[in-house]
């Protein structure tokens, strides 16, 4: 068993895309998946970022807007917002700080389906 911390005082500062007021901890890093625990200050820019993954977003204290390519988004605690791969994203907040679990998942689809035999579909 292996236990990680994070929360105040086991942050660091956040320097991704144009970040300012943006701290995190990395709570799992293995292969296919990265989990982030990132808090924003009052007010705050986590991103723009543009990811070859898809995430997801758990909002557990606090809110914010989630800008993802075209679409806005007002963010709140007890929500979790999908994002797709590829879009750009940035996460703000307007005079309340947030506390989120950013789940980042890189799976490859294409690895799996060179690795079964004469070059059908992998069985799951």
Excluded: C, K
């Excluded at 660091?12 to 990395?26: N, Q």
């Excluded at 979790?80 to 799976?107: K, Q, Y």
């Amino acid at each position: 068993m292996r236990v990680q911390r994070f929360g105040p005082g086991y942050r660091r500062p956040e320097r991704a895309g144009d970040s300012h007021g943006v701290t995190s901890a990395l709570l799992h890093a293995a292969s296919g998946v990265r989990v982030t625990e990132i808090a924003l200050a009052e007010r705050a820019a986590f991103g723009p970022l543009r990811s070859s993954s898809d995430a997801l977003l758990v909002v557990i204290e606090g809110g914010g807007w989630l800008a993802v390519a075209d679409e806005r988004q007002r963010v709140a605690v007890g929500e979790s917002i999908e994002i797709p791969a590829g879009a750009e994203r940035l996460l703000v907040t307007d005079g309340v700080p947030l506390r989120a679990i950013f789940i980042e998942f890189s799976f490859a689809p294409q690895l799996q389906q060179a690795d079964a035999p004469n070059g059908s579909q992998a069985e799951e």
